[in-house]
Antibody, heavy 125, light 108 residues
Framework: QVQLVESGGGVVQPGRSLRLSCAAS????????MHWVRQAPGKGLEWVAV????????YYADSVKGRFTISRDNSKNTLYLQMNSLRAEDTAVYYC??????????????????WGQGTLVTVSS | DIQMTQSPSSLSASVGDRVTITCRAS??????LAWYQQKPGKAPKLLLY???RLESGVPSRFSGSGSGTDYTLTISSLQPEDFATYYC??????????FGQGTKLEIK
């Protein structure tokens, strides 16, 4: 069965860095686009970043562009999110999610069919 | 960027009720819309995609419809486990993969 397990969250001071990981299993990781989505406490879902199946393309939300970097290691079935220059407003639960591959997609984009359980990042002095 | 607006933001209903949640896109999204359910402390779960197609394993009391800019999620007969927050998301014009702000469905 598909499993996505995030790790790396914690408490970090403003301006510092943190790297999140998402270990994938139960599917051919190298075939799927992968996303990070976050949710601030008591708030809604905010899309953060996407990386194509082969790492050739990456896109970011304006709120994190230039500070966060999404990457993947297909040999390790692992997705990463490097977060630099962290701000208080980056405090959130960060979810990794798999983008559906086939079916009712729109051009090169599709819905998110599996999600991890999330990892909490708290930016505070 | 396409903006997604859900209504209502919260809703009180009783077990057995029929409820409808609306999602409006700022421009046409050609049925490229997904609905997710999220329970407190849990990850979102995919319910429907392509506006009306039910994800495997999701009860048939959930249905979706719409076209162009306006879409709805309907629960035909609310069950206790359906009380949660629901989000729509467009994947027609990306990035960004925009979510609606959510609709919290509470027990009356």
């Amino acid at each position: 069965q598909v499993q996505l397990v995030e790790s790396g969250g914690g408490v970090v001071q403003p301006g510092r860095s943190l790297r999140l990981s998402c270990a994938a299993s139960g599917f051919t990781f190298s075939s799927y686009g992968m996303h990070w989505v976050r949710q601030a406490p008591g708030k809604g879902l905010e899309w953060v970043a996407v990386i194509w199946y082969d790492g050739s393309n990456k896109y970011y939300a304006d709120s994190v562009k230039g500070r966060f970097t999404i990457s993947r290691d297909n040999s390790k079935n692992t997705l990463y999110l490097q977060m630099n220059s962290l701000r208080a407003e980056d405090t959130a639960v960060y979810y990794c999610a798999r983008e559906a591959l086939l079916g009712y997609c729109s051009g090169g984009s599709c819905y998110l069919d599996y999600w991890g359980q999330g990892t909490l990042v708290t930016v505070s002095s | 960027d396409i903006q997604m607006t859900q209504s209502p933001s919260s809703l009180s209903a009783s077990v057995g009720d029929r409820v409808t949640i609306t999602c409006r896109a700022s421009q046409g999204i050609s049925n490229s819309l997904a609905w997710y359910q999220q329970k407190p402390g849990k990850a979102p779960k995919l319910l429907l995609y392509a506006a009306s197609r039910l994800e495997s394993g999701v009860p048939s009391r959930f249905s979706g419809s719409g076209s162009g800019t306006d879409y709805t999620l309907t629960i035909s007969s609310l069950q206790p486990e359906d009380f949660a927050t629901y989000y729509c998301q467009q994947y027609y014009s990306t990035p960004p993969y925009t979510f609606g702000q959510g609709t919290k469905l509470e027990i009356k």
